[in-house]
C-alpha cells in the first residue's frame, strides 16, 4: 500500500448507529488531518494532530470523536450523527507541522446518515 | 480571516486546449503558501501544484503552471494542451497557520472542469 488509504470508501448509517473511519499513511509523515468535505461548501478542517497529539479541534460537535494511536493510523469514531453529517471525509498527511508541506490525501469516505 | 475565492463554479474546454482555472485570495500574512489540487470523481485530492508567497518565479510541474499576481492577490492555474483526463474537480488552496500555530489549508469553493472531445 502506498500514500493516504481510508476505509471504509463508502458508508451509510443510522442516527443511531456507532461507527468508525479509519485513515492509514504509508509516507512516513507526522501530522495527520480530518477534512470534512460537504455539497457546495470548501472543505472545514475538523482535526489536527502532530506526532499523535491532538493540536487542534475545530469546533468540531462531540459526536465526531477522533483518535491516534500512532503517526501511521487515525480514526473518526461516530456515534448519533445527524443528516446533515452526511459529507465526504477526507484524511491527509504532512510530513510535519507548521512547514510548507503539502498535504497529502485519501480517497474519502463518503458517509449518508439516514 | 484568510479566504480563497474561485468565481468559476464550472467551466467547458475543447480537448487540446489551454485553459485557466482563477484564483484569488485575501490574508494578511506576510509568509503564506498556495496550492491547488484536482479532485476526480473517485473522491481522492491530488496535489498538483504550490507556490510560495516568496518566491519570485511562477511555480510550474508539467502542463501545470500557477500565475502568481502578488500585487493582484491572484494564483490562477494554467493548464496546458487539455486533456480528457484533465476533467475534474480543481480547488485553490491557502496554507494558513490557525490560532494553536498549526498548518491548515483554507479551500475555494472549487471549479468543475470538462474537457470536451
Known amino acids: 500500500e502506498t500514500g493516504v488509504t481510508q476505509t471504509p470508501r463508502h458508508l451509510v448509517m443510522g442516527m443511531t448507529n456507532k461507527k468508525s473511519l479509519k485513515c492509514e499513511q504509508h509516507?512516513?509523515?507526522?501530522?495527520m488531518y480530518w477534512y470534512k468535505q460537504s455539497a457546495k461548501k470548501p472543505l472545514e478542517l475538523m482535526f489536527v494532530?502532530?506526532?499523535?497529539?491532538?493540536?487542534e479541534n475545530n469546533s468540531v460537535p462531540s459526536r465526531f470523536s477522533p483518535e491516534c494511536p500512532n503517526s501511521s493510523h487515525l480514526f473518526l469514531h461516530l456515534h448519533t450523527l445527524q443528516p446533515e453529517d452526511s459529507a465526504l471525509y477526507l484524511c491527509?498527511?504532512?510530513?510535519?507541522?507548521?512547514?510548507?508541506?503539502?498535504?497529502?490525501f485519501g480517497p474519502g469516505t463518503r458517509l449518508t446518515v439516514t | 480571516a484568510q479566504k480563497i475565492t474561485q468565481t468559476q463554479p464550472g467551466m467547458f474546454v475543447q480537448e487540446k486546449e489551454a485553459v485557466t482555472l482563477d484564483c484569488t485570495y485575501d490574508?494578511?500574512?506576510?509568509?503564506?503558501?498556495l496550492f491547488w489540487y484536482k479532485q476526480p470523481s473517485s473522491g481522492e485530492m491530488i496535489f498538483l501544484i504550490y507556490q510560495g508567497s516568496y518566491d519570485e518565479q511562477n511555480a510550474t510541474e508539467g502542463r501545470y503552471s500557477l500565475n502568481f499576481q502578488k500585487a493582484r492577490k491572484s494564483a490562477n492555474l494554467v493548464i496546458s494542451a487539455s486533456q480528457l483526463g484533465d476533467s475534474a474537480m480543481y480547488f485553490c488552496a491557502m496554507r494558513v497557520l490557525t490560532n494553536f500555530g498549526n498548518e491548515k489549508l483554507t479551500f475555494g469553493t472549487g471549479t468543475r472542469l470538462t474537457i470536451i472531445p
Open positions: 509516507l512516513g509523515h507526522n501530522a
Open positions: 494532530y502532530n506526532f499523535k497529539e491532538q493540536t
Open positions: 490574508t494578511s500574512d506576510q509568509s503564506y503558501g
Open positions: 491527509a498527511s504532512s510530513q510535519a507541522p507548521g512547514g510548507l508541506y503539502e498535504q497529502y
